[in-house]
């Protein structure tokens, strides 16, 4: 359970990029990607927030941006009220340095096999950020907390797995040298980015499971990103936490777990439900709840809600005005939506339907 102190504050962050494919001619101006549009987002001390979307979503760059891998093109985040980007511009004059902040927000990466050098035992690795961030541990200390950690994590003996190189390593014990790695920061926060999509199943619940003992011990909070609804569901019920969907760059609902799923006001997350067996959705419709397959090109995204393309329920008016971000009368005040089927919008409900929808 999150306290009220934002560790990780998230305002108005948009990320652009120029797409790849001008030609040979230099002057020709690229294309541009809205990967993140607009987003807002408050993550505090032992809190959990898992992200959903479809690829192409923006969920991986907007968990990049937050952790401070990837500068935004407008807004701000801050780390306990610093802008992160401002600190790393002028470090010496930042109320927190840059090099503690980024101690602070540490990365789990989907294959963390690519993150291990092949040629450094599990123990070598593991020291590397230890001698950099905490140069006064002597070298018996330094590796007597490594294989504290490891022990902790599962593997056991620990001596075995430190000698280790990362081709004797299984997936499963991969990720959790991971975990360690970004334990042994002592982090605020943690971005899991579809940390357990390469495992098999019952590997993943495992995972999460002992990813949510540990955050519980060490006060950490986890920015958890993922493509499948029953892992994000999974993690953010489990620790109280809360559920973010992401549809074309923007954050369409935010809230506790258990109300998005069992009271889901935007119809994207509605989709996302629907194409979720392990939901148990029984008595829902027996045709996906959209109009539309495929997913816009996010570098011409449609006008207005940004779903109205796809969207059972969309009027003109979705069509031609952005919906704001608005809380749900469910009396917690913490599940925020934008869509206008969630308002009393005169302008929503008295706009004619698209071809296909239906009010």
Known sequence: ??????????EDVDVHFEKDGGGLNPFTDRPTVRAVDGVDLDISSNDVVAIVG???????????????????SAGTIKYRGQDIWQAKKWNSNASIPFDEIRRSLQIIHQDPGAALNPNRTVLSSLAAPLKRWQPDLSSEDREARILHFIERVGMSPPHDYAHRYPHQLSGGEKQRVA????????????????????????????????????????????????????????????????LGVMYLGELVELGPADEVLQNPQHPYTKVLKWA???????????EPP???????????????????????????QCRRATP????????????RVA????????????????????L
Not at 54 to 72: D, F, N, R
Not at 214 to 233: C, G, K, V, W
Not at 290 to 309: A, K, L, Q, S
């Open 1 to 10: 359970m999150s306290t009220d102190h934002p560790v990780l504050s998230l």
């Open 54 to 72: 479809e690829s192409g979503s923006g969920k991986t760059t907007l968990g990049k941006t937050a952790v401070g891998l990837q500068q935004p």
């Open 179 to 242: 975990l360690v790695r970004a334990l042994l920061m002592n982090p605020d926060v943690i971005l899991a980015d579809e940390a357990v999509s390469a495992l098999d199943v019952s590997l993943r619940v495992e995972m999460m499971d002992l990813m949510l003992e540990l955050q519980s011990q060490f006060d950490t909070s986890f920015l958890f990103i993922s493509h499948d609804l029953s892992n994000a569901r999974y993690i953010a019920e489990h620790a109280d936490g809360r």
């Open 276 to 286: 979720t067996p392990e939901l148990g959705v029984d008595e829902g419709p027996t």
């Open 290 to 316: 959209i109009r539309e397959i495929d997913i816009p090109d996010p570098v011409n995204p449609p006008t207005g809600c940004r779903f109205h393309t796809r969207c059972p329920n969309a009027t003109d």
């Open 324 to 335: 704001e971000v608005t809380a749900v009368d469910d009396g917690t005040g913490r599940h």
């Open 339 to 358: 869509c206008y089927r969630s308002t009393d919008e005169d302008a929503y409900w008295d706009s004619d339907p698209l071809d296909g929808a239906e």
